[in-house]
Every structure is written in structure tokens, then in C-alpha cells.
């Protein structure tokens, strides 16, 4: 599966954004699906995911109330809404999806070797 994420750019703190991946080359509600930041000399890290299904959602505490994963699948498409942006949200993030089928136990979703596909990131900067 190919992944195409969208929708960074340069923000105000306190703004909202939503982020977009579209999911291509693949049956799509077949796929867990994850979203990952990175700022530059740090490692990346968990931000949310969410079933194939969108039965069942994961947030990192750091984030949680403020960022909702979602998915679409007529759509092939997932989303990460951002909310009450502040500057330490600066980052790439990049959409990820797991191998298909597959089910895992809960603390699994908070881990990149779980993803097999990733998208090329997109750009979100937050001026305060």
C-alpha cells in the first residue's frame, strides 16, 4: 500500500489543522493505521491510531483531547485532526499502516515496528 499524507503547513498557536493521508494499492479497511511525529536530532514517536475498523482509537497522554484520529474507508483515507495547537507540535508527521489483517494486543499499536507502509510526511509548523 502507498500512503500520501497532507495538510501541514504554518500555523498560529491555539489553531486547529487536520491532517490527510490517502491510502492507495491496497484494500484499505484491511489496514491499522497510525500517525508518527519527528522533529529534526529526535526520534520518532507515537501520536494516535486507530483500528481497521475505527472501533477502537490509541493517543499518546501527551496528546490525548487534544489530537482525533479517524478513518474513512470508502475514502481510503485517514485523518488526524489537531486541535488548541501549540509550538511543540512542530513536526513531521507521517501516516503509517500495519501489515493487513492482522490484530494486535493493545500496546502494540504505540510502536513503529508494528508498521510495515509509510507515507513521506508532511510539514506542520507552529508559530506562537
Known amino acids: 500500500v502507498q500512503l500520501q499524507a497532507s495538510g501541514g503547513g504554518l500555523m498560529q498557536a491555539g489553531g486547529s489543522l487536520r491532517l490527510s493521508c490517502a491510502a492507495s494499492?491496497?484494500?484499505?479497511?484491511?489496514?491499522?493505521m497510525a500517525w508518527f511525529r519527528q522533529t529534526p536530532g529526535k526520534e520518532r514517536t507515537f501520536a494516535a491510531a486507530?483500528?481497521?475498523?475505527?472501533?477502537?482509537?490509541y493517543y499518546a497522554d501527551s496528546v490525548k483531547g487534544r489530537f482525533t484520529i479517524s478513518r474513512d474507508n470508502a475514502k481510503n483515507t485517514v485523518y488526524l485532526q489537531i486541535d488548541s495547537l501549540k509550538a511543540e507540535d512542530t513536526a513531521v508527521y507521517y501516516c503509517?499502516?500495519?501489515?493487513?489483517?492482522?490484530?494486535?494486543?493493545?500496546?502494540?499499536?504505540?510502536?513503529?515496528?508494528?508498521?510495515?507502509?509509510w507515507g513521506q510526511g508532511t510539514l506542520v509548523t507552529v508559530s506562537s
Open positions: 503509517a499502516a500495519d501489515r493487513p489483517g492482522r490484530t494486535y494486543a493493545s500496546n502494540a499499536y504505540y510502536f513503529a515496528p508494528t508498521y510495515r507502509y
Open positions: 486507530i483500528q481497521r475498523s475505527g472501533k477502537n482509537t
Open positions: 494499492g491496497g484494500t484499505f479497511s484491511n489496514y491499522n
